[in-house]
């Protein structure tokens, strides 16, 4: 593969990266509020409180959707350049994750676990993200 035709698919896995790193950036923003409103569902905050908080919860829930969606275009785009296997894999534990983000969502408690469970998948998908954007950066070099 020449090296115009590696920086092209660089730069397209960069690209898909960055879409994915911002879908993923916005649902940790909606989950950030969820939780804070959940808190408030929690002592007592009524039912304006609750349905901030599910709102949030849908909105986090459509960004991590179009974070799989991301998430899997960039996963293909990765497979055009040299990025090493594991990292490659480590994307599909959130994929995988945010198909049952919604399972089974019944107390307060419950969704707050949810909440927090789902805040450190997109958390740990940025980082694995912002990782691989940055190795891809350096390949650009």
């Known amino acids: 593969m ?3 035709v590696m920086r092209r698919e660089i ?19 909606k989950l950030d ?13 009524g039912l304006i409180a609750s349905m901030i908080k599910h709102s949030q919860m849908d909105d986090a829930g459509r960004y991590m959707e179009d974070a799989k969606r991301d998430l899997r275009i960039f996963q293909r785009e990765l497979q055009d350049v040299q990025v090493p296997m594991d ?13 049952f983000f919604f399972d089974g969502l019944v107390a307060d408690y419950m969704v707050q676990k949810k ?17 691989l954007l940055g190795d891809l950066r350096g390949q650009m070099g």
């Open 87 to 99: 990292l490659r894999m480590e994307i599909g534990s959130f994929l995988t994750f945010a198909d």
């Open 115 to 131: 909440i927090a469970e789902a805040k450190e998948q997109v958390e740990d998908a940025i980082y694995r993200v912002e990782r």
């Open 11 to 29: 730069r397209e896995a960069v690209q898909a990266g960055e879409r994915a790193l911002g879908s993923l950036q916005e649902a940790k923003k």
């Open 2 to 4: 020449s090296n115009e």
């Open 33 to 45: 509020s969820a939780k804070s409103w959940g808190i408030v569902d929690l002592l007592g905050g």
